[in-house]
């Protein structure tokens, strides 16, 4: 029932900040207890946590990003936002939002229907 997606620009340069919405249709996101997250995929390689936003409004950002990363919400839009600055190639993916679990962050990915369909996102001058 629930339905994720991400939206925002597909390229980005060097040394800008990458910044993407997710809009959440079908839920709220202050309800259900749920960690709001956004995951990414490098090509090539495997899927990474980013971070999430509760359902309270805590936020939590992956240790290897958090330096970088902002994450955000509008409830009133029933959305949540990924900044993440200082961009390099390296930082190219397809990047989801999806609905977490309490105890699966970081240990179990979501079942397919709690994903975005993913946005693919280019760094690159």
């Known amino acids: 029932q629930v339905q994720l997606q991400e939206s925002g620009p597909g390229l980005v340069k060097p040394s800008q900040t990458l910044s993407l919405t997710c809009t959440v249709s079908g839920g709220s996101i202050t309800s259900g207890y749920y960690y709001w997250s956004w995951i990414r995929q490098p090509p090539g390689k495997g899927l990474e946590w980013i971070g999430y936003i509760a359902y309270n409004g805590i936020t939590f950002a992956s240790p290897s990003l958090a330096s970088r990363t902002s994450i955000s919400r509008d409830t009133s839009k029933n959305q949540f936002a990924l900044q993440l600055s200082s961009v390099t190639p390296a930082d190219t993916a397809v990047y989801y939002c999806?609905?977490?679990?309490?105890?699966?962050?970081?240990?179990?990915?979501?079942?397919?229907?709690?994903w975005g369909q993913g946005t693919q996102v280019t760094v690159s001058s």
């Open positions: 999806a609905r977490v679990k309490d105890g699966e962050y970081g240990s179990s990915w979501p079942k397919r229907e709690y």
